[in-house]
């Protein structure tokens, strides 16, 4: 079965710092993967998605992540860590064939900015 | 932003008593979920829909239950609630067209407490 493991539940980095948040996945076919974030007291919305156009995906506030197959990675990384950046971040990838679709998400990462 | 529409946004209830959540959209999607939100659980599919009449079971359906009579509107049901239900409840919904690399759309979550 398809899964998405993401590493380090908390993850604290001080602002203007780099922000690497990891995610790995298993698949046995071509993954489509997902980031998510969600700011306390709200729905899930999506950061950026790797549909193998690219392994370079860039998405919203300036993160980005880069799709390594040969280490069945999806990280998501920011260069400099803003302090609106707090939130708990998920990775997902869909699962399921043509006329049914599901999604499995990582159990998340909360991301704290030090001032 | 998409339009989902969660109801209620909290309830306090006691074992034992059935409850119904609802989500409503208004973008004619064809796909929607029913989360749960625990911590160090991520968001675990409760039940899903991939049509009007159509639901298929998720990873955590054990004493849930979900109808969808059209489109806009998917319920999900608690028979007869139970203290481990206490969560935070999430709909999303998804294009209308099938593919993988579609994101989902969250609404802003149900705070459910089972006394």
Redesign the interface.
């Known amino acids: 079965a398809q899964s998405v493991t ?1 590493l380090g ?1 908390h993850v604290s980095v001080s602002e203007g710092a780099l922000v690497l948040l990891r995610c790995n996945y298993s698949s046995s076919v071509p993954p ?1 993967l ?1 980031w ?1 974030v969600q700011y306390p ?6 950061l950026l ?1 790797y ?1 193998s156009a690219a392994t370079l995906v860039k998405g919203i506030n300036g993160f980005e992540a880069e799709f390594k197959k040969s280490e069945t990675s999806y990280h998501l990384t920011k260069p400099s860590a803003h302090m609106s950046d707090a939130a708990e971040y ?1 990775c997902a990838v ?3 064939n ?11 990462t909360r991301l704290k900015v030090l001032a | 932003d998409a339009g989902i529409t969660q109801s209620p946004r909290h309830k306090v209830t006691e074992t034992g008593t059935p409850v119904t959540l609802r989500c409503h959209q208004t973008e004619n999607h064809r796909y929607m979920y029913w989360y749960r939100q625990d911590p160090g659980h991520g968001l675990r599919l409760i039940h899903y829909s991939y049509g009007v009449k159509d639901t298929d079971k998720g990873e955590v359906s054990d004493g849930y239950s979900v109808s969808r009579s059209k489109t806009e509107d998917f319920l999900l049901t608690l028979e007869s609630a139970t203290s481990s239900q206490t969560s935070v409840y999430f709909c999303a919904i998804s294009e209308s067209t099938p593919g993988r690399y579609n994101e989902q759309f969250f609404g802003p979550g149900t705070r459910l407490t089972v006394l």
Do not use: A, D
């Not at chain 1, 007291?41 to 999506?46: E, K, P, R, T, V």
């Not at chain 1, 043509?98 to 998340?108: A, E, L, V």
């Open positions: 993401q539940s489509y997902f998510y007291n709200q729905g899930l919305q999506l998605k549909t998920f869909s699962v399921g043509s006329g049914t679709y599901k999604y499995i998400f990582g159990t998340g």
